[in-house]
């Protein structure tokens, strides 16, 4: 492969990247549900590295339900897919408990308040204000649990320390 011939979002939505990637997320998944919370009624949202990606991950979660691999429900929230009622109609039946996992690019990072979500898999790095407050999506309380989980595929950490350090000076 020559340099230039395939962009990252072509990489990281192959079938070969993904197909592991959610391997990972499902195990993690069923593993906080049986044992980490004791609880099938928390939830995950899965934010990816691009559009091509997040369909990519819908694509094979489905193929696995076919295939009776996996019984974990999901939504593709994208801001091109379906219409403003199919969102609405999806978000709240995620925030009800009847879809597990909820798969998004850029959509649901600010402003989603669903305090089953307690586990979420960072694809991407996001910055500044927009990093807190997609991180502090895991951190509302709900049943016993004051707070969630964050699983970093993306190597969040410098920007983080950065935007944390940013934030307590300003306080």
């Keep these: 492969i020559l340099r230039g011939d395939l962009s990252k979002d072509d990489i990281f939505a192959h079938p070969r990247y993904v197909s592991p990637m959610l391997d990972f997320i499902l ?58 009622e199919y969102k609405k109609d999806r978000v709240g039946s995620y925030k009800e408990g009847k879809i597990d996992l909820v798969i998004v690019y850029s959509m649901l990072l600010t402003g989603f308040d669903a305090p089953r979500l307690k586990r979420l898999y960072l ?7 927009n990093l807190l407050q997609t991180l502090t999506r895991v951190n509302r309380p709900y049943k016993d649990y004051q707070f969630g989980y964050v699983i970093d595929f993306a190597d969040i950490s410098k920007e983080f320390d950065k935007t944390n350090r940013a934030y307590l000076e300003e306080l």
């Design 27 to 84: 195990e993690d998944f069923n593993r906080a549900r049986d044992v980490v919370f004791d609880d099938d009624s928390i939830g995950g949202m899965i934010v990816c590295d691009s559009s091509k990606q997040a369909r990519e991950i819908e694509k094979q979660l489905e193929e696995r339900r076919s295939r009776g691999e996996t019984n974990i429900t999901s939504a593709l929230i994208l801001h091109d897919e379906g219409d403003k």
């Design 123 to 129: 694809g991407r790095k996001i910055k500044a204000h």
